[in-house]
């Protein structure tokens, strides 16, 4: 079992499973406040702690050369950074009494902003740092446009590096009125906001003497007491579950198991992405249409009678239908529509410029379908929030489009399924993920697209 296993199942249990991002311009603080979070809730290692302190007193760092520079936690990141090499999200673990989390740490440089998508495209929250001296900059319009683009849940605006202009409340209001201005604009309705001092620790872990004028939580506090996605998920929201293998062991049988009772065995793997399943549930399966019943519920080797968002079950049915991976199963009474053409928003990640004509890949769940770009609608200004015509998307833009795929995905509207909304834009040749997108489908397609790269085999 892997740690995000046994977060995870710890989270089914007695504690809650919590996932957040970090966001900012480069300077911003964003190192040393990762490292300030994992210091003062003590998740840093006996190990990691010595080398930091050698390392802050060989640099001096501090007045007094005693201090410890917790930027130096994620070095790693850093290291890459003046190598060259192209840097991923650092996903780093931690708990605190209350809650587990899991944090995915993103480079703050404007050509990293896909690792910013990657990071929040998951999240229950982002954390934005904004520097209290420089106020909002484009990267910040940037990276809310990212956070409303995949509508995560909950963003969390730091106002960090507050004793460098001496705890002015005056400071920290006019960032705010700035912050919330930018997030109406984009349609945002709630930003969560906290001056913070990563550097001094103030009201990151513990609140601040220096900030009497602040009378919140902590960004600690928030993102303990913040509802995270999976709960929205169980409650909100019509089953939903891609088909990710069909398991059918034909003698090739785990040690232990009956080889009578599992000869003729036929389950559906997959994780459920969101509502629940019980034993007796009618369900039906997207784009085909077919109809059946669960007969039983499989986690691992032990059966169960119901499972929820986010857990990975294999389901018994009790007709034979044609599933394959990439079927997408779906409660019976509320079937998404099929779509073969549909509208989109993309947030673009590759250097070659997205236009008309371009062939891709369409990753929708776990299926993977060929896709033309059919129309470039425009992109989105980050100076001023507009969409603007466009009839290509560059690297980092994020635009409106419209694709036709060779089959019909159960794709949703991202604005209520944040599941089953999203898709991934892949290079058909080189298999890189060049951009992620976000479905606001309008009609079906009725007619088969007669398009020879669409139509052909492969």
């Known amino acids: 079992m892997t740690i995000t296993d046994t977060l995870a199942a710890s989270s089914m249990n007695t504690r809650t499973l919590f996932r957040f991002a970090t966001a900012g311009s480069v300077d911003d603080g964003k190192s040393t406040l990762v490292g300030r979070l994992l210091f003062d809730s003590k998740a840093i290692l006996a190990d990691q702690l010595e080398a930091v302190a050698r390392t802050s007193a060989e640099r001096g760092f501090g007045s007094s050369g005693e201090e410890l520079d917790l930027a130096l936690l994620t070095d790693g990141l850093r290291a890459e950074r003046e190598q060259g090499i192209t840097i991923d999200v650092a ?83 006019g960032i705010v ?42 960004l600690l ?24 293998t069909v398991i059918r062991p034909q003698g090739s049988l785990a040690q232990g198991l009956d080889e009578d009772e599992f000869r003729d065995f036929r389950g559906y793997a997959g994780q459920i992405s969101a509502g629940s399943i019980n034993v007796g549930d009618r369900i039906a399966v997207a784009a085909t249409g077919g109809r059946t019943r669960v007969t039983a519920i499989w986690s691992g080797s032990d059966r169960i009678v119901s499972a929820r968002s986010p857990q990975s079950v294999v389901l018994e049915i009790n007709d034979q239908l044609d599933l394959t991976r990439g079927s997408m199963l779906t409660d019976a009474e509320e079937v998404p529509t099929a779509h073969r053409e549909f509208g989109a928003r993309i947030a673009w990640l590759s250097s070659n410029p997205l236009v008309a004509g371009s062939k891709v890949l369409v990753k929708h769940g776990t299926a993977t379908v060929k896709a033309i770009i059919e129309e470039v609608r425009g992109r989105l200004d980050l100076t001023n929030l507009a969409d603007i015509p466009s009839e290509t998307l560059d690297l980092n833009d994020i635009g409106s489009v419209r694709l036709k795929t060779a089959s019909a995905l159960p794709v949703e509207d ?45």
């Open 177 to 218: 009125e700035d912050i919330r201005r930018v997030a109406t604009e984009l349609g945002i309705d709630t930003v969560l906001t906290v001056p913070v001092s990563a550097l001094k620790g103030d009201n990151v872990v513990s609140p601040s003497a220096k900030t009497p004028w602040h009378t919140g939580e902590t």
């Open 414 to 458: 991202y604005e209520s399924h944040r599941q089953t909304g999203a898709f991934l834009v892949i290079d058909p040749q080189s298999g890189d993920t060049l951009g992620a997108g976000i479905a606001a489908p309008e009609q079906p397609e009725a007619e088969a697209s007669a398009d020879d790269w669409l139509m052909a085999e492969g």
């Open 91 to 173: 996903y780093r673990y931690f708990a605190t009494d209350t809650r587990n989390f899991i944090l995915a740490d993103c480079p703050g440089h404007v050509e990293y902003t896909k690792n910013t998508v990657t990071g929040a495209s998951t999240a229950d929250a982002v954390v934005l740092l904004v520097d209290a001296r420089s106020g909002v900059l484009e990267q910040t319009r940037r990276h809310l446009a990212v956070a409303r683009l995949l509508r995560v849940p909950h963003v969390i605006v730091a106002v960090n590096k507050i004793d460098l202009v001496d705890y002015a409340e005056s400071a920290y209001r």
């Open 221 to 244: 506090g928030l993102l303990e007491e913040l509802p995270d996605r999976d709960r929205s998920l169980q409650t909100a929201e019509p089953f939903r579950m891609a088909v990710q």
